[in-house]
């Protein structure tokens, strides 16, 4: 459990986020986005409940990061609807944000903050305290550096302790195993097989295997490779 005993978001006994009962889901429907001219995401439909992960594919510049940002309220579609629980995330933009741990390729740490103080402010949010994520990603003996010093992969393994501790039901991770060595891959798999058990939703690219038992998985067709009208005839994807 990464939760101090008594939090808000965390109920005592071996339960869930609160906001993630049995009927809450993440549905994306019928989405379409642009970048500029081109269309990078065509009819794209997706639904996990409670406890499921998905992992998305796809080549680079198919759309995988643009669309975690759609599903966090980072960027809005032009096309379709992002629900939690079956209403509309943007009717409720501050809810989302609060239910989304989102991490992108860049791990938006503070330099000049020790590791232990990068992940205060979420401990704040989430009212958790930061050692056992700091325990579970083995990060103890670097915990008073700052964040500057520390390699790539720790500053990964930071990242995600940042990401778990902030009791979101809903991660959404842009190859969240970047710069990872085989041991704290391994580690990163307990944690969210232990964020799955508390009814947590994971979506994560990847372009190498993920340590996750039991996924759905979305490959989106990169149609930059068909006409910049956006005329092509690909199927809608819906999984
Ligand atoms: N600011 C932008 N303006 C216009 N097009 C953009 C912009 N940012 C990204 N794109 C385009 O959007 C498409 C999708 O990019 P995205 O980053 O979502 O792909 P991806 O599948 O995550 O790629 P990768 O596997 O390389 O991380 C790409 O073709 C990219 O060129």
């Known amino acids: 459990m990464l939760a101090k005993h008594g939090s808000r978001r965390w109920e005592s006994t071996i339960s869930g986020y609160h906001d993630t009962p049995p009927t809450s889901r993440l549905q994306a429907c019928e989405l379409s986005v642009f970048r500029g001219e081109r269309l990078v995401l065509d009819d794209i439909s997706l639904s996990l409940a409670p ?3 998905m992992i998305l594919h796809g ?3 198919s759309g995988k990061s643009t669309l975690l940002r759609v599903l966090a309220g980072l960027r809005q579609a032009d096309g ?4 939690w629980a079956g209403s509309d995330i943007a009717a409720d933009r501050a809810a989302h944000a609060s239910r989304v741990a989102y991490l992108g390729h860049q791990d938006a740490l503070k330099p000049g903050l020790t590791l232990r103080e990068n992940l ?3 401990c704040v949010l989430a009212d958790t305290a930061p050692d056992e994520a700091i325990d579970a990603f083995a990060l103890q003996p670097l915990a008073d550096l700052p964040a500057r010093l ?3 992969g720790q500053k990964r393994r930071t990242a995600l302790a940042r990401v778990a501790v902030s009791q979101r039901p809903l991660w959404l991770l842009d190859e969240p195993t970047l710069g990872l060595d085989t041991h704290a891959i391994e580690r990163f798999g307990h944690v969210m097989a232990d964020h799955r058990t508390r009814g947590g939703v994971i979506v994560a690219t ?3 295997p993920l340590p996750l038992d039991d996924t759905r998985s979305l490959v989106l067709p990169d149609l930059a490779a068909f006409p910049l009208s956006g005329g092509h005839d690909t199927e809608g994807l819906s999984v």
């Open 206 to 208: 990847t372009h190498v």
């Open 80 to 83: 379709g609807h992002v629900l």
């Open 120 to 122: 205060h402010l979420a």
């Open 51 to 53: 406890g499921e992960a």
């Open 59 to 61: 080549a680079n510049g």
């Open 150 to 152: 520390l390699s790539a």
